[in-house]
């Protein structure tokens, strides 16, 4: 199994910016999508960004939509989110997430289709 782990949160004042790297143990192959959650104490979590490892396909919460961006680093193993203009509504533990490859065709929003988690890395934004 993949394992993954986060760094990168920290305090941020509101519209400012902030890179998440999600490091990956193990095999990725291009067919795994990569994702990145967020979930605010008595929140849902929600979904965020996610891309195949390849960066093909991407897609972005309407929340985030042109402000974070999702990328990889495949000689890495690495998953970045770039976080900019960010705003107080964007505190939260972030998690980074692989389906494993078990979506082969799409990209899916819902975290339950994401059975591998790092552990997160909170964010917090001050306004």
């Known amino acids: 199994q993949v394992q993954l782990v986060e760094s990168g949160g920290q305090l941020v004042q509101a519209g400012g910016s902030l890179r998440l790297t999600c490091t990956a143990s193990?095999?990725?192959?291009?067919?795994?999508?990569m994702g990145w959650f967020r979930q605010a104490p008595g929140k849902e979590r929600e979904f965020v960004a996610a891309?195949?490892?390849?960066?093909?396909?991407?897609r972005y919460g309407d929340s985030v939509k042109g402000r974070f961006t999702i990328s990889n680093d495949n000689a890495k193993n690495t998953v970045y989110l770039q976080m900019n203009s960010l705003k107080p509504e964007d505190t939260a533990v972030y998690y980074c997430?692989?389906?494993?490859?078990?979506?082969?065709?799409?990209?899916?929003?819902?975290?339950?289709?994401?059975?591998?988690w790092g552990q997160g890395t909170q964010v917090t934004v001050s306004s």
């Open positions: 997430a692989t389906d494993q490859g078990n979506n082969f065709f799409i990209i899916s929003t819902a975290a339950a289709m994401y059975p591998y």
């Open positions: 193990g095999r990725i192959l291009s067919s795994y999508t």
């Open positions: 891309s195949k490892w390849n960066g093909r396909n991407t």
